[in-house]
């Protein structure tokens, strides 16, 4: 007959195994997790103009991502902002003052993505722009307006390089934006006011967001764990 001590310890065993199954990262376990993709992409999200998110055809000047990536550039315009089109509404003129650091004035068009999570989540956002934006989190499902009501993530360079902003955000490779995100459970809206600021030429945005999720099954087997570990302690001190 096996006797008490050793039982405990092959409990004891199977309840460490079953916390460091549902806590990913600690005690060297495998972590288990969902994730969320916040990618631009055409037909998602929506924007200020004509509410209607479309692909953006890749010029040279903007390299970023690697083929193969899964997200794009989006305007909405098939060929972006052009200024010669403004009498259709198409395009409304950038700031006032595209060499300052500081921009200033209403933007070109203003993007809008809508995400729900059931659970905490951490992650990060890259965003590129042509020529540059502001990048924002909001509470709950925004439709309209800029971003000011939330949180600035990033704010818009008015610096520019050859083909648009010299630095975060800006269109080229090292240009971007990298966002460390860390959000509980809610609905978030991220706003991007984004500005073409000189001449006329193609005019998009893209970003490329993943959030990670522990699983529901985590969080049981960590609980199983410690409360066998509670109910060992209690038989101990008896």
Same mark, same amino acid.
């Given at each position: 007959?096996?006797?008490?001590?050793?039982?405990? &310890?092959?409990?004891?065993?199977? @309840?460490?195994?079953?916390?460091?199954? /549902?806590?990913?990262? +600690?005690?060297?376990?495998?972590?288990?997790?969902?994730?969320?993709?916040?990618? %631009?992409?055409?037909?998602?999200?929506?924007?200020?103009?004509?509410?209607?998110?479309?692909?953006?055809?890749?010029? !040279?000047?903007?390299?970023?991502?690697?083929?193969? %990536?899964?997200?794009?550039?989006?305007?909405?315009?098939?060929?972006?902002?052009?200024?010669?089109?403004? =009498?259709?509404?198409?395009?409304?003129?950038?700031?006032?003052?595209?060499?300052?650091?500081?921009?200033?004035?209403?933007?070109?068009?203003?993007?809008?993505?809508?995400?729900?999570?059931?659970?905490?989540?951490?992650?990060?956002?890259?965003? +590129?722009?042509?020529?540059? #934006?502001?990048?924002?989190?909001? %509470?709950?499902?925004?439709?309209?307006?800029?971003?000011? /009501?939330?949180?600035?993530?990033? =704010? !818009?360079?008015?610096? @520019?390089?050859?083909?648009?902003? #010299?630095?975060?955000?800006?269109?080229?490779?090292?240009?971007?934006?990298?966002?460390?995100? $860390?959000?509980? &459970?809610?609905?978030?809206?991220?706003?991007? $006011?984004?500005?073409? @600021?000189?001449?006329? %030429?193609?005019?998009? @945005?893209?970003?490329?967001?993943?959030?990670?999720?522990?699983?529901?099954?985590?969080?049981?087997?960590?609980?199983?764990?410690?409360?066998?570990?509670?109910?060992?302690?209690?038989?101990?001190?008896?």
């Amino acid at each position: 007959m096996q006797s008490s001590a050793g039982s405990r &310890t092959i409990w004891l065993t199977l @309840l460490v195994s079953a916390l460091t199954a /549902g806590m990913p990262g +600690w005690f060297g376990g495998a972590a288990s997790a969902g994730t969320i993709d916040i990618w %631009s992409l055409p037909n998602r999200g929506s924007n200020s103009v004509d509410g209607i998110n479309v692909g953006v055809a890749t010029t !040279p000047a903007w390299y970023e991502p690697s083929p193969g %990536s899964g997200y794009e550039w989006i305007s909405y315009g098939d060929t972006g902002c052009n200024f010669f089109v403004v =009498s259709t509404n198409r395009c409304t003129p950038g700031p006032a003052n595209p060499g300052a650091t500081t921009v200033t004035g209403a933007p070109t068009a203003i993007f809008y993505q809508t995400f729900t999570l059931t659970a905490g989540a951490t992650g990060y956002l890259d965003v +590129w722009a042509d020529d540059t #934006a502001g990048v924002w989190l909001d %509470s709950g499902i925004i439709t309209t307006g800029n971003g000011s /009501g939330g949180t600035m993530l990033a =704010s !818009p360079d008015g610096t @520019l390089g050859a083909n648009c902003a #010299a630095g975060p955000v800006g269109c080229m490779p090292g240009n971007g934006a990298a966002i460390p995100l $860390d959000l509980t &459970t809610g609905t978030y809206t991220l706003v991007f $006011d984004t500005y073409q @600021l000189v001449g006329a %030429s193609p005019f998009g @945005l893209m970003y490329d967001g993943v959030l990670s999720t522990p699983e529901p099954a985590s969080y049981m087997l960590m609980g199983l764990g410690l409360a066998g570990l509670g109910i060992l302690a209690r038989r101990r001190r008896r």
